[in-house]
Each structure stands twice: as C-alpha cells, then as structure tokens.
C-alpha cells in the first residue's frame, strides 16, 4: 500500500499537482497510516527516489524540482506537527547565498529538501558575509555551510566560499564544519566547486539534499 | 569589405558571405576598456556603453554591438530603486518593486517608454550606436518575455510561487501588464535603431517547466508578447537553458526564425529542428574560457562549428561572458571562431 502511495505521490509531484500530492497523502492519513509513516515511510522514500530518478538522468526541470522541495517540506511540516514524540534530527544546515548574490530559488529549493529530509535548516538569507556563515554554524553546532550562487562573479568572489574556507581555516574549524556549494555557475563548469575551495557541490535543489545528507552522516561517524 | 550585417544577412537567406556571423556578448568588460574605475560608474552613461561597444567590436573583429547595460535595467524602467554593484560581475537587482500581491494592481506600465527618464542613457547609447554603425553592425537588444520579467520584479521564488501556487486571476493580471511593458520595450528599442530583439525567457524552455505549462501558459503568452510587432528581428534565447525541445513549435506557431540555442542544446539537432527554416546560433560555454587552455578553447570552437555550419544559416556565439575570462582566450575563441567558420 505504501508502495502504491509513493508511486501516486511523486506521479503527482512530477507533474506540479501539488493539490492532487496532498491529497494523496491526506487520504493515507484517513486510511489510518500515522503521520510519522507519512513523514519515514512516504515522503522520504519518494524524496530518496526522486534524486535516484535525477542522479540516473531522469530530466526534471526546474518547476519539478521547486515542487517537490515544496510539498515534501510543507507535508513534512503538517505531520511533524501530529507526532506522538519530537522527531530525531539528523543534523542542522546553515544556508544562505553568497555575498553580494540575491537569488533565492535554488536555496528555497534545498531548503525544502532538506527539511523534508529531517534536517534541520538555519537559512540566513540573501547576501550573507562569510563571517556570519561561520558564526551561525557556531552557534547552532551546524556541521556543514551550504552556500548558494547564481552567477559566476558571486560563486568565485573572494568574500564568498573562499572567505569562508579561510576563516575556518583559521579558526582550526575544518575538521567540524564542511562547506557545500550549489547554484548556475557550478553546473557548467562542475570543477568549480575546488576552485572555490569547497568540501562537495551538488548540481540541484534536490541532489543537494542527498549529498548534505551524506556529508552529515559522515562526520557524525 | 564585408561587415557584420552583410555576414548575418548572407546567412539568413542560406548564402555564404567570407564567414559564419560570430556574437561575443562582452558587456562589463567596456568599463576596464575605457579605464572607468567602477562598473556603476560605467553604467551611469549611455556615451560610455557604446563607445566602448563599438571599441571592442573594432578591436576583437566580432559582428554584434548591444545596446544592453545590465539585465535588471528593465526592472529599473518599473520602479526598481535598488541595483547591486559589483567589481567583477553584472549588477544585480536588489530592490524587488513586487513585495506583495497588492503591489501588483498597484504596478504601472509606462505609456511613453522611449521619453522615460530611465530609457534616457539607452536612448542615448542607441543613438551613438546608430550613428556610428547602423547598416553595418547588427545592434542588439535584449528584451526579457513576460512570464521571465517577474521573476525581476519580485524574485525568482516568489514568481514561482506565484505562478504554481497563487491566484490566477492575480498571476495573469501581472503577465498582462508584464506583456504590456514587452509591448513599449520593443516598439521603444525598434525607434531608436535596435535591429536584432534577443526575446529572453527561460520559461520558453522545458529546462524550467514541463512540456504541459510551456504550452498552455509559455507559448499563449509568448503569442501575446510577438503577435502586435512581427518576429522577424527576433531571436528565441531560454538564457542558459535548452531549447531543442521547442524549437519546432515555436517555429510553427510563432514563426520565429532564428534560434540562440544552449550550450547543452546537441547543435547538429537544434539545426535539424529548425530544418532550414531560419538561423540556428551555436553557443559555447563561456563560463568554461576563465579557466581553459587556448588549445581546450579552440577544440571547442571547432566542435561546435563542425556540427553546425555543413549547409550554412549558422552563426557562432557566446552566453554573457564573465568578466575574469582572460583577454587571450577572448581572442583565441574568436580568432577559431573566424578560422573554422571561413567558407572556403
């Protein structure tokens, strides 16, 4: 049942019906499936089954990649509310654009994602200053920095991901807090991210949230 | 001795001039051409951005001049009061005129671009461009299509929530008036002398909306942007995005003949689809020059040119060149470029 659910959901995810997704998962729940299977058993299966389908060239677009973060992360949202217990998180993400960068699409993106994905993310916004990155990854013990450019000047700028990694460079903070970049500018040319001096990229939304997923998981070994 | 125009127009018609037309789309490298400190400096004066148009036209041997500033000049034209400077890189729009949905009934259309206070420095760049090179050098213009200006008005996320989420009745009433602007923009550019309209919309591309909404909402409105002004100095361009997809309908329901296509477009294909029907551009990833050899740009000049110049209505071109692409592979791009697009 499930199985049929998920397959349901993403059909409807896939063809930027959120009405008909919620639905979906609104009739599960009145069938009786509990809001912490919607969340472990529904939405993150099909999230996990969305970025195989991305990562095996399955051609999603931007509108579908935007739509899935969305409704994962507001059905997300909408159980986690009916949980009996507090959900176990499995690591927080601070998340902004690079400074002197005002585009918000593909950060809103990841951020859906990765909520939806049970981790919690701290989004600072627009323009952020290396500085502030590091310091909200401080104060909420955040493992990984994912910093989000949309052209080309931003994503190499010397205040941007550089002044990050120099700044945990200097405060000895490499081995706690990995940088993750994404955005345009990554995609066309995918050797940007070491250029940049960054930990990973992901080249969308929504493989973002696999490959932060990943990298969490591996520094909590 | 042949110029960029006669070159466009042999192609256009499927005749061989010397060459393939080549575009090299440089725009904040003016501002280090002419020795102006800062890029908002630059931008200030219409006489700056075509001098040093026409310079780097005269000093690179290229065919196309711009009459295009800064993408977010548009959202300037409707009350945006906020750009972002950089040193380095394009301004960026920082104050969206569009916060809420009632901003939206409260947007107006001017009705008088070309005597608009903010079209005054392209007004003039125009006229020093026409003066200078009219009938010899294509000059171009780029014009953002309606469903892509809100995405300047209020921000790329906020557009798409607007577009899958929000009212329709509230959605279609700023692509009205976003279609409107299209009107005056492109009525306002042909009078001061643009001759090619470079029609930007991203959401002409099923990069960034499924096949279902480019036809029920792209294609409707990309009919209500071109229909009152003619196509034929158009060029469809998605930005970055892929196009072969949509080449054939929008050859056959808007009629437009020349194709800019993605650097991901397969060229050879974007050519078939066009099927001998208009102009098809082959386009390089520029974001690749800061960093290549001039031996790994040259390879992909002649990659993309091989594909697409067998039977000619082939032209070669460039994205928006970033700024850190050193000058020697500025020129080894095009001196490739004139040498694999020479027609024997």
Redesign the interface.
């Known amino acids: 049942m499930l199985t049929k659910i998920i397959t349901a959901y993403n059909e409807a995810v896939f063809d930027t019906d959120r009405d008909q997704a919620l639905e979906i998962i609104h009739q599960a729940v009145a069938e009786g499936i509990t809001p912490e299977d919607i969340v472990f058993k529904v939405v993150i299966p099909a999230m996990e089954l969305m970025i195989k389908s991305i990562s095996e060239d399955f051609d999603a677009n931007l509108a579908q990649h935007f739509m899935a973060s969305q409704i994962a992360s507001q059905v997300t949202d909408e159980m986690v509310a009916k949980f009996q217990t507090s959900p176990h998180v499995v690591g927080t993400v601070i998340l902004g654009t690079s400074h002197g960068d005002m585009h918000t699409l593909g950060k809103r993106i990841v951020s859906g994602c990765l909520r939806s994905l049970m981790i919690e993310v701290v989004d600072l916004g627009v323009n952020i200053p290396a500085e502030q990155f590091v310091e909200a990854a401080l104060t909420h013990n955040a493992s990984v920095i994912a910093i989000s450019s949309m052209m080309m000047h931003t994503a190499r700028s010397e205040l941007g991901c550089l002044k990050v990694r120099e700044i945990l460079k200097n405060k000895n903070l490499e081995d706690k807090i990995k940088i993750v970049v994404g955005g345009a500018p990554y995609r066309w040319d995918p050797h940007l991210y070491q250029a940049v001096q960054a930990d990973a990229w992901a080249e969308d939304g929504i493989t973002a949230g696999k490959v932060i997923k990943e990298l969490i998981m591996e520094m909590q070994k | 001795m042949m110029t960029g125009m006669d070159r466009i127009v042999a192609a256009l018609n499927g005749e061989k001039s010397d060459r393939i037309p080549v575009f090299c789309n440089l725009l904040d490298q003016g501002a280090k051409e002419l020795g102006i400190a800062t890029l908002q400096e630059y931008y200030s004066k219409g006489e700056y951005v075509a001098q040093a148009q026409l310079k780097m036209r005269e000093k690179y041997g290229y065919d196309n001049l711009w009459s295009l500033f800064y993408v977010g000049k548009e959202a300037e034209l409707l009350g945006c009061k906020k750009i972002?400077y950089?040193t380095?890189?394009?301004p960026?729009?920082?104050h969206f005129v569009i916060s809420t949905y009632d901003d939206i009934a409260k947007l107006e259309i001017p009705t008088d671009l070309i005597n608009h206070p903010a079209f005054a420095q392209e007004r003039i760049c125009l006229e020093i461009l026409s003066r200078e090179a009219k009938g010899k050098y294509p000059i171009c213009a780029y014009l953002t299509a309606s469903m892509t200006l809100p995405a300047l008005l209020m921000?790329?996320?906020?557009w798409?929530d607007l577009l899958?989420?929000g009212p329709t009745d509230v959605r279609d009433e700023l692509l009205r008036k976003c279609s409107a602007f299209f009107h005056q923009e492109v009525a306002a550019y042909r009078q001061a002398g643009a001759d090619i309209i470079l029609y930007a919309n991203p959401f002409g591309s099923?990069?960034?909306?499924?096949m279902?909404?480019f036809n029920q909402l792209s294609m409707p409105w990309m009919k209500k942007d071109l229909q009152p002004g003619g196509v034929a100095d158009v060029v469809y361009y998605c930005g970055?995005s892929r196009m072969n997809n949509v080449i054939k309908p929008v050859v056959e329901q808007l009629a437009i003949q020349t194709f800019y296509l993605s650097?991901n477009d397969d060229v050879a294909i974007g050519k078939q689809n066009v099927a001998g029907q208009g102009l098809t551009w082959g386009v390089i990833?520029d974001?690749?020059l800061?960093?290549w050899t001039e031996q790994e740009v040259r390879a992909e000049v002649k990659r993309i040119i091989e594909a697409g110049m067998a039977g000619g209505k082939f032209g070669f071109g460039t994205l928006v060149m970033?700024?850190?692409i050193p000058e020697q592979n500025i020129r080894a791009m095009l001196d490739a470029a004139y040498e694999f697009g020479r027609y024997a």
């Open positions: 972002i950089a380095d890189g394009p960026n729009v920082e921000g790329m996320d906020k798409f899958f989420f099923t990069d960034f909306i499924p279902k909404q970055s650097p990833n974001i690749l800061i960093d970033p700024y850190k």
